[in-house]
């Protein structure tokens, strides 16, 4: 059996909301191309759909086909982080066939990637005739909004928070009642207006939880406000015991009274 050839490609790392992908370059043509396992693994379908497509559902290739399918398949190479990947490649243009055809049999996660994909398009021509451009981390808010789905999560507590406050709680540091004291302590320092977008985006629900952590929720400028003030926390902790004393350590620092924090907003 002859070896099977690979084009040598290059890729980077795709994130439209939380659907992950692989953004391949090919090396010698510059075009860019999707991996056949994503683009299905995406929508929820077998990833060995379009290998057989033509010969078990005919009918269907026909209609994609006179959609606009290209249907020209590359084999190619390509490392991610140290990984080496080998795949079934398809053009950009016939990912979004893929994915409309399938957003037209109800498949939810194909709507989800049309939509977003539709508004960025409009967002990006406006962009181009202003002459702006988003970053990579403002397109990746876009698009979790558009796809109504939290960010990707990014760690704002570092372990040795995470590790002194289980020690003046004395209780593991998965208790849900530690959240309360990240409340208590970090999160109140959120302006009016952020808690009141929280609020909306990430609501209380009947059972008093949130749908998503907190984090996953807070913009990066609200992220990298609250970074000092964890640092800040964090040291006065490290000379704390219990959470009594370092609620009266904070109350020092800041010259507030850390139990009225709460007044006037619900945070159960």
Partial sequence: MAKKDFTPAHAVELYIGNYRFDAIRIVETKE?????????????????????????LPRVYKTLVEQGLNQVTLSAEYTVKTTVTRAITWSLKDARIIWRYFD?????????????????SLISRF?????????VEQRR???????????????????????????????????????????????????PEEKAKLDIVNPILPNGRRKY???????????????????????????????????????????????NLFDGWNVE
């Avoid at 999560?153 to 540091?173: D, G, P, Q, Y």
């Fill in 213 to 259: 952590k907190i984090h996953q929720m807070l913009s990066k400028e609200t992220k990298e406000r609250l970074s000092p003030h964890v640092i800040s926390v964090l040291v006065l902790m490290k000379s704390a015991n219990s959470v009594a004393e370092l609620r009266r350590l904070v109350q020092r620092q800041y010259g507030i009274d850390q139990p």
């Fill in 104 to 120: 037209t049999k109800g498949n939810a996660q194909a709507r989800r990637l049309i939509d977003a994909l539709s508004e960025d």
């Fill in 141 to 191: 808010i876009d698009d979790s909004r558009i796809l109504d789905t939290p960010r990707p999560w990014t760690k704002l507590f570092e372990t040795e928070f995470e590790e002194n406050l289980a020690r003046i709680s004395k209780l593991h540091k998965k208790h849900i009642q530690n959240g309360k004291y990240y409340w208590e302590f970090v999160y109140n320092w959120m302006t």
């Fill in 127 to 135: 962009e181009q005739v202003w002459g702006e451009s988003r970053t």
């Fill in 32 to 56: 860019y191309r999707m991996s056949q396992n994503h683009i299905l693994e995406a929508i929820g379908i077998n990833k060995n759909w379009l290998t057989r497509l033509q010969f078990s």
